[in-house]
């Protein structure tokens, strides 16, 4: 009963390096996001799919890049890192727009 | 402007009494969808309850109902016979569906229920 999930849970890195998210869902769903969670600002939509092969910038797209290769997959890059992307990743999926979403448990991500 | 307002930062309830959590939304779009999700100290992302733009009626699921006001632009979340589980934080969001599938979260609502 794997759902959302998302690789790796915690990771540190320093200004400059670059760094892949992964997330991974077994529901065959057609949308996949990724947000971040800041504290006191909610979610905030980086990028999303709405499927294989599709990608679309959300609110905060700047510094991050996204690949649906596959259906079940969807990468997150952070080309060079920057402490100001220090935060919490959740990746998302959903049947459709109108559709919840499932979430991921969630990246902790600090950069020095 | 904020897509998605939500102005209790925190909230206390009684257990066992009902609460409502506000939620305001500002869009031109005539297609949207209205989400609550609760987050538990855990951290995870728990759907709780969804009303589209067009649904004539109040959304509910068990102890959850949306209250929707489509002409104020609310959709505020109640929950009946709190629990003392139901400690979490609690987001509202939209998606606009003639936006390319946007979604926006508010800043949550930190409930807490006494025993």
């Known amino acids: 009963n794997a759902g959302v999930t998302q690789t790796p849970k915690f990771r540190v890195l320093k200004t400059g390096q670059s760094m892949t998210l992964l997330c991974a869902q077994d529901?065959?769903?057609?949308?996949m996001y990724w947000y971040r969670q800041d504290p006191g600002m909610g979610l905030r939509l980086i990028h999303y799919?709405?499927?294989?092969?599709?990608?679309a910038k959300g609110e905060v797209p700047d510094g991050y890049n996204v690949s649906r290769l596959k259906k079940q997959n969807f990468l997150l890059g952070l080309e060079s890192a920057a402490p100001s992307q220090t935060s919490v990743y959740f990746c998302?999926?959903?049947?459709?727009?109108?559709?919840?979403?499932?979430f991921g448990d969630g990246t902790r991500l600090s950069i020095l | 402007a904020q897509k998605i307002t939500q102005t209790q930062p925190g909230m206390f309830v009684q257990e066992k009494e009902a609460v409502t959590l506000d939620c305001t939304y500002d869009?031109?779009?005539?297609?949207?969808?209205l989400f609550w999700y609760k987050q538990p100290s855990s951290g995870e992302m728990i759907f709780l309850i969804y009303q589209g733009s067009y649904d004539q009626q109040n959304a509910t699921e068990g102890r959850y109902s949306l209250n929707f006001q489509k002409a104020r632009k609310s959709a505020n979340l109640v929950i009946s016979a709190s629990q003392l589980g139901d400690s979490a934080m609690y987001f509202c969001a939209m998606r606009e569906a003639n936006t390319g599938n946007q979604f926006y979260f508010g800043t949550g609502t930190s409930l807490t229920v006494i025993p």
């Open positions: 869009t031109s779009d005539p297609s949207y969808g």
């Open positions: 998302a999926s959903s049947r459709t727009g109108s559709s919840p979403q499932h």
């Open positions: 529901m065959n769903h057609e949308y």
């Open positions: 799919s709405v499927g294989e092969g599709t990608t």
